[in-house]
């Protein structure tokens, strides 16, 4: 585990101890802060906190440090919200998991799976969204951006849950309906749902930390960040179906998951009416031989080449995107850089 990263954990028992304390004020009993702390601790930490990590990361780049070199106190601020991503992700994914009747997240049960936990993840999603602002309210109250990170918290949380509400309603895994798939769906649910609180959020917290957000700043960063948050789920949508398992760390199953996906929208855009045909009746089932059957149809169009041309047409818009921004009120290309070249050309 990098250092940045542990570091970055260490933060989290003193912030699981703040919200405990701030239950014990309102008089909760011991077994349901327990509760609470068991809540905290199985959704939030266990995942890779590209999120949470991105805020420290961005404000360092910005104010032309390393997060090893910050204050403690600064340090902790940044990682506080950092944190806070994380909750909001904890809370999607407890919803989510539940939704989609997943079974394991992380390695372990679901939550709702958890004994004797069941329909009360639904109000401990809830929770999690809520330990976000009494937080933020904690911290940040008296700073002069407090309301403008409230603002982006309660504005990002919106765009998420629209991008899942058009994925829900057009990719039900149990109502296979390919007419309904488009690519400007797919486009839609990946901006929405993934990329404004992946890729857009943490660089826009650090900036308002940073002092770096005149509205010209922001849309710079919005302008690459959007559309590389985009690419990131295309990246994704690719490997579920042409990465190994090695690779990825887990087989894909986006195809017999009825997956809103753009492989399978590339594709339709391409077919012929037999390849439709076949779409139609084998995407979204559940065996092998139906998947292979769509597998077949994406090698008959040339789907990795076109994948490939995708990736080298975004590529250099966005290179020249980033070297257009203009970097004399402290906004800096290399926050940008930095996230495109973590995300250009993976493997996993």
């Keep these: 585990m990098s250092d940045n990263k542990s570091k970055f954990l260490a933060q989290f028992p003193k912030i699981v101890d703040e919200l405990k304390q701030d239950l014990a004020h309102y008089g909760m009993p011991s077994d349901a802060i327990e509760w609470y702390e ?25 104010k032309g440090t390393t997060a090893t070199q910050l204050p403690a106190e600064e340090y902790s601020k940044l990682a506080l919200l950092g944190w806070c991503i994380e909750l909001l992700q904890a809370y999607f994914l407890v919803a989510d998991d539940m939704m989609d009747r997943s079974v394991t997240r992380r390695g372990q049960p679901c939550w709702y799976r958890v ?81 404004y609180y992946s890729f857009y959020l943490p660089v826009a917290l650090a900036m308002y930390v940073a002092g770096v957000s005149d509205p010209r700043d922001l849309q710079n960063a919005k302008d690459v960040l959007i559309p590389l948050g985009e690419y990131f789920q295309i990246q994704d949508d690719y490997l ?28 339709l855009e391409l077919a012929n009416a037999q390849q439709r045909k076949v779409l139609d009746e084998q995407y979204g089932r559940k065996n092998a031989d139906s998947e292979q059957a769509c597998k077949k149809i994406f090698q008959e169009l040339n789907i ?25 009120r402290g906004f800096k290309q290399a926050v940008l850089t930095a996230f495109f070249n973590k995300i250009y050309k993976r493997s996993k």
């Design 240 to 267: 579920d179906c042409y990465g190994t398992p090695e690779q990825i760390g887990k087989i894909g199953t986006d195809i017999q998951d009825n997956k809103c996906s753009w492989v399978v929208n590339k594709a």
């Design 115 to 195: 004994e004797g936990v069941n329909e009360i993840a639904i109000n401990d999603s809830f929770m999690l969204e809520a330990a976000i602002y009494k937080l933020l309210k904690n911290h940040f109250r008296s700073e002069p951006y407090y309301i403008d990170l409230v603002e982006l918290f309660h504005e990002v949380t919106y765009q998420t849950e629209l991008g899942q509400l058009l994925d829900l309603i057009t990719a039900p895994e149990d109502k296979v309906d390919l007419s309904k798939f488009s690519s400007s769906k797919h486009s839609f649910i990946v901006i929405f749902k993934t990329a």
């Design 38 to 62: 068991r809540n905290l601790n199985h959704n939030t930490p266990g995942g890779k906190l590209n999120r949470g990590l991105s805020v420290v990361d961005t404000f360092s780049i910005l």
């Design 304 to 328: 990795q080449q076109h994948y490939l041309q995708y990736e080298d047409s975004v590529a250099k818009e966005l290179t020249l995107k980033i070297s257009q921004v203009d970097e004399s």
